[in-house]
């Protein structure tokens, strides 16, 4: 569907610094925002942990602090933490979630660069004309869906970090990391960028996990890749260069198969990162104490439950075709999913709505759900998701190091009572 684009007044950059502003204003006055505490006993870096405040609070008490007995203080201190920090975990899944979003951001910001709207409320780039009008053979509607997508990536990531520092928590950055090289293609700046969309193994089993009446991967089950040909080696979702949208006037609007091929592994990528993000979110909000970072893990998860589900649809409409990357030298096929040897439930490219499926226990009635959603290890697995599907390719091994350090803290985390 269209709708009217209304025009912000703001650059999302100064939006985002208003918001980290207003954090810090808010910020009790004994806390320092950005410090860093040494490692606690459990050897998680408490400076993402609320310690500050608990420190100042204990500090702020004097004479009164000294005449509560041990029991009535610590109540009192665990009162203080709800009122101005944060738990441990609580800030450690924040924190992951928090550079989960910076990588959203910076690949949808590529692929608004090229196949989206580049404008003020997510600048960067001029479009590509022939890969924009391929995402379109998938839906008109495909650049505004990519430029809506990647304005709220950059809104969870600005967020979830403004949150961080009201709170007195440190926030995320991976700048230091963005040394990895953007598309020649024409249309993409020419910025270091933290994640690869040329080099794509693109995981296509949610496609057939979603559409399941019977499995559940919480329960053990796996589920047949999709597109197994964008699932192996390494592909394009993206333009590498000029070479990859060059004009075939052979074609309807003169798309050659490759640039096809380029955009349909686009439409896949799109769901698979937003499905990941549906999962993610649910998994850890089962371990967070505060209520008030639960209600941000479910009002930001549902946004990505939105963009999933859009994806779902879209890449339901690529186009069947079969092409050898004349760069990587193999054959890239989507097949037609509705006709035999597929089609029926596990591929019919209109079930575009979860099917109901097993839930917890297989003794209980299926049930239309996210999957999945267990909460043991979500942050590491997540992770280890994206790396599998080579958005890291050329990544440092500090970069591995940090993301690591995050997700083992985040799947730390426990809910305290
Ligand atoms: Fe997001
Ligand atoms: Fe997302």
């Known amino acids: 569907m269209r709708r009217i684009q209304t025009q912000n007044p703001g650059s999302p950059e100064s939006l985002l610094q208003k918001d980290k502003t207003m954090a810090k204003e808010n910020l009790p006055a004994t806390v320092p925002p950005e410090t860093t505490a040494p ?29 509560l007995s041990a029991g009535s203080l610590l109540t009192t201190v665990a009162e203080a933490e709800d009122r101005h920090g944060l738990t441990k975990g609580d800030a450690a899944i924040l924190r992951f979630l928090a550079a989960a979003e910076i990588l959203e951001t910076d690949l949808w910001q590529q692929y608004n660069e090229l196949g989206g709207i580049p404008d003020n409320e997510v600048p960067g780039g001029s479009g590509n004309r022939l890969y924009t009008s391929a995402l379109e053979v998938l839906d008109e509607d495909m650049p505004q869906y990519i430029h809506d997508n990647t304005e709220d990536e950059l809104t969870h990531e600005g967020f979830i970090n403004a949150y961080l520092v009201s709170k007195g928590a440190e926030p995320v950055s991976l700048d230091q990391f963005r040394n990895l090289p953007s598309s020649q293609a024409t249309g ?43 699932a192996m080696g390494q592909h394009p979702a993206i333009p590498r260069s000029d070479d990859d949208v060059q004009p075939d006037r052979s074609k309807p609007h003169h798309i050659s198969d490759l640039t096809q091929a380029i955009a349909n592994t686009a439409g896949f990528h799109f769901a698979t990162i937003e499905q990941g993000g549906s999962s993610l979110y649910p998994q850890l909000a089962q371990r967070v104490t505060s209520l008030e970072v ?60 979860p099917e109901p499926t ?21 942050a590491m697995g997540a992770l280890r998701a994206l ?31």
Request: glycine share 10%; net charge neutral; charged share 15%.
């Open 387 to 417: 790396t599998a599907d080579g958005l890291f390719i050329g990544q440092s091994k500090d970069f591995f190091k940090f993301m690591r350090t995050l997700a083992v803290e985040a799947d730390l985390a426990v809910r305290q009572s």
């Open 358 to 378: 097993a839930f917890l226990s297989r003794m209980l009635p299926a049930v239309s759900i996210i999957r999945p959603t267990a909460t043991k290890g979500a």
């Open 39 to 67: 490692s606690g006993e459990d050897g998680i870096d408490s400076s993402s942990h609320g310690a500050h405040p608990r420190r100042s609070f204990l500090k702020g008490l004097g004479v009164v602090g000294a005449a």
């Open 294 to 353: 639960l209600r941000i893990l479910l009002s930001i998860g549902g946004t990505e439950i939105c963009h999933f589900q859009t994806w779902s649809d879209k890449a339901g409409n690529s186009p069947p075709l079969s092409v050898v990357d004349p760069v990587t030298g193999l054959t890239v096929t989507f097949p037609d999913l509705n006709s035999s040897p597929l089609g029926g439930e596990d591929f019919q490219t209109n079930l575009i709505m």
């Open 188 to 230: 993409a700046q020419q910025i270091g960028r933290l994640t690869n969309l040329m080099q794509l193994s693109v995981d296509t089993t949610w496609f057939t996990r979603y559409r399941s009446r019977t499995g559940n991967p919480d329960l053990g089950d796996t589920f047949p890749q999709a597109i197994p040909s964008i």
